[in-house]
């Protein structure tokens, strides 16, 4: 019996789905740039991208410009993963205050990195994971596609046998780090990746 695999594909209209992602990540690189060490306060769920200053005195020293991220996330609402009613409460907020306090324990100075982000709200919420996406392919930021790691939460007990990662062995600091039993890595070759970094 043949198989008709077209009957399995979605068409997608890519001009179509241009026409709501790209004006979508325009707006989102118009918002401000704010220290990660003094949010504002506010609700909500969406999309963030972090940034580190380029003439600061770290690793990244000349790597990036201020205003290329470093790295690219999202906050969706709770539940939004198993398909049950979500609430947007502070998850956007929540999950940027958890990056400052990974970079702080990685003994990177927070006061060199700042952020942007936009809240999303209503049937824009289903649309975070495609910007998110949209976004890490236009930039393929450093902490993304390069240096994998500073996005994890900490390990449950089932996952203590993992390596570090890249990311860990460059900024170890986390308070979960010293329980993981998986061979380190090579910190030299992790920052040889830095230094042949491009931008886009």
Same mark, same amino acid.
């Given at each position: 019996?043949?198989?008709?695999?077209?009957?399995?594909?979605?068409?997608?209209?890519?001009?179509?789905?241009?026409?709501?992602?790209?004006?979508?990540?325009?707006?989102?690189?118009?918002?401000?740039?704010?220290?990660?060490?003094?949010?504002?306060?506010?609700?909500?769920?969406? %999309?963030?991208?972090?940034?580190?200053?380029?003439?600061? /005195?770290?690793?990244?020293?000349?790597?990036? @410009?201020?205003?290329? !991220? %470093?790295?690219?996330?999202?906050? %969706?609402?709770?539940?939004?993963?198993?398909?049950?009613?979500? =609430?947007?409460?502070?998850?956007?907020? /929540?999950?940027?205050?958890?990056?400052?306090?990974?970079? /702080?324990?990685?003994?990177?100075?927070?006061?060199?990195?700042?952020?942007?982000?936009?809240?999303?709200?209503?049937?824009?919420?289903?649309?975070?994971?495609?910007?998110? @996406?949209?976004?890490?392919?236009?930039?393929? !930021?450093?902490?993304?596609?390069?240096?994998?790691?500073?996005?994890?939460?900490? !390990?449950?007990?089932?996952?203590?046998?993992?390596?570090? @990662?890249?990311? /860990? =062995?460059?900024?170890?600091?986390? !308070?979960?780090?010293?329980?993981?039993?998986?061979?380190?890595?090579?910190?030299?070759?992790?920052?040889?990746?830095?230094?042949?970094?491009?931008?886009?």
């Amino acid at each position: 019996m043949s198989f008709d695999s077209s009957n399995n594909v979605l068409p997608i209209d890519e001009e179509l789905i241009d026409k709501i992602l790209v004006p979508a990540a325009k707006q989102f690189l118009s918002t401000e740039q704010y220290p990660i060490s003094s949010l504002p306060m506010f609700d909500g769920v969406g %999309v963030y991208a972090i940034y580190v200053d380029s003439g600061a /005195d770290t690793i990244y020293n000349g790597v990036l @410009s201020d205003d290329y !991220p %470093v790295y690219v996330g999202k906050a %969706v609402p709770s539940g939004s993963r198993q398909g049950k009613s979500t =609430t947007a409460k502070k998850q956007l907020r /929540d999950r940027l205050l958890e990056h400052k306090r990974s970079i /702080d324990q990685g003994g990177l100075p927070v006061e060199y990195f700042k952020c942007r982000f936009m809240v999303m709200t209503g049937i824009g919420e289903d649309l975070i994971p495609a910007l998110e @996406s949209t976004l890490i392919r236009m930039f393929h !930021p450093l902490w993304n596609s390069y240096i994998d790691g500073f996005g994890i939460h900490t !390990p449950g007990e089932g996952r203590l046998n993992q390596q570090p @990662s890249e990311w /860990d =062995t460059l900024h170890p600091g986390r !308070p979960w780090l010293h329980k993981l039993t998986g061979a380190p890595r090579d910190r030299n070759q992790i920052a040889e990746k830095i230094g042949s970094y491009r931008m886009r």
